[in-house]
Nanobody
């Protein structure tokens, strides 16, 4: 069983910073793409940042200059450093990874439980 667990969410004032972390565990054979999505109230889930298996990164335009995604393959973690946070960044942030688990012939997508980020004065 594969599990993704996020941490690091919280309440910050506009202009503040947070660092989100996600760790994958379980019967993992290989991890491919890893990234972060978010869902704001009343809105659809959107991609925030992704770190591909080929070591490329992609960001949503709204966060490109403020967020940084990083990955540690040995530790099976992916982090999201967020600076200059604005109220529009308020959302539940979800870790996502494409993983081939042991005993499975296919790659499947996995989601973390989500961590709340609230930006408010």
């Amino acid at each position: 069983q594969v599990q993704l667990v996020e941490s690091g969410g919280g309440l910050v004032q506009p202009g503040g910073s947070l660092r989100l972390s996600c760790i994958a565990s379980g019967s993992i054979n290989s991890i491919y793409d890893m990234g972060w999505y978010r869902r704001a109230p009343g809105k659809q889930r959107e991609l925030v940042a992704i770190h591909t298996a080929r070591d490329s990164t992609h960001y949503a335009d709204s966060v490109k200059d403020r967020f940084t995604i990083s990955r540690d393959n040995a530790k099976k973690t992916v982090d999201l450093q967020m600076i200059s946070l604005q109220p529009e960044d308020t959302a539940v942030y979800y870790c996502y990874a494409n993983i081939k688990s042991e005993g499975s012939p296919t790659v499947n997508g996995y989601w973390g439980q989500g961590t709340q980020v609230t930006v408010s004065s």
